[in-house]
């Protein structure tokens, strides 16, 4: 049992921390890199990938990395602490994740050799009208016809869906369950649109797009996709844990330096009080977020299901307290596009939305309330 | 005690609902129940329908078009209003400058202004705060000196809503640098189209453009426009900001807003923990609208009942709430903006919405002041 990180991991910390907090170092530049299309920098992107960060969770026979958990972890979470807009989350760990999980060894080396080396940008095609964090897909239909596949419905929205040089779009299967597919967008209407946290996504309309089965053809990756999924959901929890650290530490630095009543906000301890709660929330959270990411390192499924939804249960009640409250705490300049804190409460906001809220993720572990007489942490299996 | 209304104010509630839901245009009404923002011309058009109804300003002195209404008559107006998605009349018109110009301003200034301000052919904003006075109102900076028949302003307001649409703003001006902060104040009014005004827009992070910072440079303003004394916009400023504080708990709209949402949530109402969500907020709204009655029925005279902080306070935590509880049932959808989306425009403004929202609580005597104000005045901590 340890929670620290070791010296490699210290190494990998401060190197992204460098680079990325050099190109978002001001908050100006990223409000200008966001309002431009494609809504992150180009130039970013490809330094993550010189640095081997895009191809940390892949397979070296892949064109990858071959890191663990931990590794992608530190990278989300220092993107967070800079709200950087470049698509980690959803195009290498959603999208090439589910490549790297259900592809064939030679679409993994052609997709992930290329998102690796910061060629392609990849997303996940999955949300569907009223699906709401489902792991199946049922708008949009795959049909066969000998071995060519075509997908026809409509996947929305689909973050970064419009810059993406490759689709993975899941789609419900002739023969039942959810199959997943790679889509040249140019078979595809894409509407691109700017999230309320300066993201982007799409409306993607397939009408018999041609598409190709990720791995073998007509088989259901249901769990697939659920895995993956919870491998999301653990890493925005940890993109939501530099976010949270960085609204935090600039709602002191402000509570320190902001003047009312003729002295600083910090004298009146109210106010300092719902500092050190908004502390405790991050912790907290933090503990969830770092205990999920070593269950999952174990590679058991289920295990990792159980923690990735207490992790996003716990992260997504923190996000709100702390995205709330910095904006409070801040009063009006919070409100203002130019000052950064309300921005990370919007992406705090979206990240908590994008693969199942605190709600949600209540709901699962409702459901089996039952199951268990006490959570050991520690245990090796669940049951 | 008594539950019902009596058959005067039960007769009332019909007659104003009957007139909010079937004379009001509905293409207004529209656009508030989609979450749209009303353009310029819209809150316009509203208003005067209102006005020529005698329903834009049933508070104010009769003489200036006040109803002579009971302060319950006046509840039930504002939440048949609200509960019919018809936009409240301006409030730096209705609740704010008309109510002071009544109370403190001369005869001159309420026979130029009254009239033009409940029918909105004057749009006020409300120049009150500064960059270093927020919460502390009393340390503004923005001068006035007199010169002759004119003050001369110099200075920055900020945070001003709707600037861009003003033609006047209510000022609170620094006139004795010399004496006890809150003593040395005065309220101004300030045509904006007077040389030396600027008004610049602020972004906010839901993207709109609400507020504005206006700056003022040797702005020459003619001293009748001074409201009461020199010296008294102190006194003035805490009369205008107890109106404030009154209309501030939007019942009757979140009341409507959490209706809708069950139609939102459709199919997601059979998880009980989406009811269970419901059935909290309906009920704290039904506890805050019951407060809101007991302090109507209450309060005598034109004094604020102390309770309405509490009002306040509570209000707006249940208005986020609701918000919240929108963004959360649009999910993964919520994500979608713009003209090109499928998803459904409710569901495209529920972040903008929850984000903005989070105003409510700043603004208008922050939430935390008012805890102050009840700790102090209610408590006697
Ligand atoms: C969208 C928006 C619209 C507005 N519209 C107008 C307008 O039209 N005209 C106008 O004049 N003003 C307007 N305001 C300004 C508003 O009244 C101020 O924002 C408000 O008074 C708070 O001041 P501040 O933002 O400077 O925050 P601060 O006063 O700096 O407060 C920061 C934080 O400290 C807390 N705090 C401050 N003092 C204390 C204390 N003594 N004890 C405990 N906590 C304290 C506050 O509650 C807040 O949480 C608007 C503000 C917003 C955000």
Redesign the pocket.
């Known amino acids: 049992m340890d929670f620290t990180y070791d010296d490699e991991q210290v190494a990998l910390r401060d190197a992204v921390r460098g680079l990325v907090g050099k190109a978002y170092a001001d908050f100006e530049q990223r409000r200008r890199t966001v309002a431009d299309d494609p809504g992150f920098s180009e130039k970013v992107w490809a330094q993550l990938a010189e640095m081997g960060l895009l191809g940390l969770p892949f397979a070296e026979e892949d064109g990858g990395v071959g890191a663990g958990p931990v590794e992608i972890g530190i990278v989300a979470q220092e993107l967070g602490r800079v709200l950087a807009p470049e698509p980690y989350l959803t195009s290498v760990v959603l999208a090439g994740g589910l490549v790297s999980a259900a592809g064939t060894p030679e679409q993994r080396a052609e997709v992930l050799g290329a998102l690796s080396a910061g060629e392609r940008v990849l997303a996940f095609a999955h949300d569907e009208e009223g699906s709401r964090w489902s792991s199946a897909a049922t708008a949009v239909t795959a049909t066969r016809d000998g071995d060519t596949w075509t997908l026809s419905g409509v996947k929305e929205p689909v973050p970064h869906g419009a810059r993406a040089d490759l689709l993975v779009v899941s789609a419900a299967l002739p023969d039942g369950g959810t199959g997943l597919f790679l889509v040249d967008p140019a078979g595809a209407e894409r509407t691109g649109y700017r999230t309320y946290d300066g993201g982007r996504a799409a409306r993607v309309v397939l009408e018999s797009t041609p598409a190709t089965p990720l791995g073998a053809p007509g088989q259901d990756l249901e769990s697939t996709i659920a895995t993956v999924q919870d491998i999301g959901r653990i890493m925005a929890g940890h993109e939501a844990l530099g976010a949270m650290e960085v609204a935090l530490a600039a709602t002191t630095s402000y509570l320190t330096s902001?003047k009312?009543?003729g002295v600083t906000?910090n004298t009146?301890q109210?106010?300092t009080f719902r500092a050190a709660d908004m502390y405790v929330s991050l912790e907290l959270a933090a503990s969830l977020v770092q205990w999920a990411t070593m269950v999952l390192a174990t590679g058991d499924a289920a295990r990792t299901a159980d923690a990735a939804a207490r992790a996003a249960l716990q992260v997504s009640r923190a996000s709100r307290h702390v995205g709330q409250e910095a904006i409070?705490?801040?009063?009006?300049?919070a409100?203002t596009a130019e000052y950064s804190v309300g921005s990370f409460a919007a992406h705090l906001s979206a990240l908590d939305h994008l693969l199942g809220d605190g709600q949600f993720q209540l709901s699962t572990l409702a459901a089996r309330v039952a199951d268990h007489r006490a959570l050991d942490p520690l245990e090796t299996s669940v049951g | 005690m008594q539950l019902e209304l009596s058959p005067e104010d039960q007769a009332f509630r019909e007659e104003m609902r009957e007139f909010f839901t079937t004379k009001f245009p509905q293409e207004i009404r529209d656009a508030v129940i989609a979450g749209r923002e009303l353009t310029k011309e819209q809150h316009v058009e509203s208003q005067q329908t209102l006005n020529a109804a005698g329903l834009a300003v049933p508070h104010w002195p009769e003489e200036w078009g006040g109803r002579g209404w009971s302060d319950l008559q006046r509840h039930l107006w504002t939440e048949e209003m609200q509960a019919a998605a018809v936009p409240v009349p301006l409030a730096?018109n209705a609740n704010m400058i008309g109510p002071v110009l009544a109370q403190f301003g001369s005869q001159e200034l309420k026979e130029r202004f009254l009239p033009p301000t409940a029918n909105l052919d004057i749009w006020w904003?409300?120049?009150?705060?500064e960059p270093d006075a927020?919460?502390?109102?009393a340390s503004l900076r923005t001068t006035a000196v007199r010169d002759g028949d004119d003050f001369v302003v110099n200075g920055q307001?900020t945070?001003?809503?709707l600037?861009q649409y003003g033609d006047w703003i209510f000022t609170l001006v620094r006139t004795d640098p010399d004496v006890k902060k809150q003593a040395g104040i005065s309220m101004l009014l300030i045509d904006m189209t007077t040389p030396g005004v600027e008004v610049r827009p602020i972004e906010?992070i839901d993207g709109g453009h609400?507020?504005n910072e206006v700056w003022f440079t040797d702005v020459r303003v003619p001293a009748d426009l001074l409201v009461g004394e020199l010296n008294s916009g102190w006194t003035i400023a805490k009369f205008l900001l107890g109106n404030e504080r009154v209309g501030v708990a939007p019942v009757g709209t979140t009341k409507r807003v959490l209706a809708q949402a069950k139609e939102y949530a459709g199919a997601q109402l059979d998880d009980p923990f989406t009811r269970a969500r419901f059935v909290e907020l309906e009920n704290e709204l039904l506890a805050l609208e019951l407060t809101a009655l007991r302090v109507v029925a209450h309060s005598e005279g034109a004094e604020p009942h102390p309770a309405s902080s509490v009002l306040k306070l509570k209000g707006t935590e249940i208005q986020q709430a609701v918000s919240e509880l929108v963004l959360d049932l649009a999910g993964p959808a919520g994500l979608a903006s713009g003209d090109g989306s499928g998803v459904p425009e409710w569901a495209r403004h529920a972040a903008p919405t929850y984000l903005n929202l989070r105003?409510a609580s700043?603004?208008?005597?922050?939430?935390?002041?008012q805890r102050?104000i009840i700790a102090r005045t209610i408590l006697g901590l």
């Open positions: 902001r009312q009543f906000l009146f109210a106010l409070q705490l801040h009063g009006g300049i409100m | 730096f904003s409300q120049g009150f705060s927020g919460s502390d109102l307001k945070w001003t809503t600037g906010l609400e507020v105003k700043i603004y208008g005597g922050s939430n935390e002041i102050q």
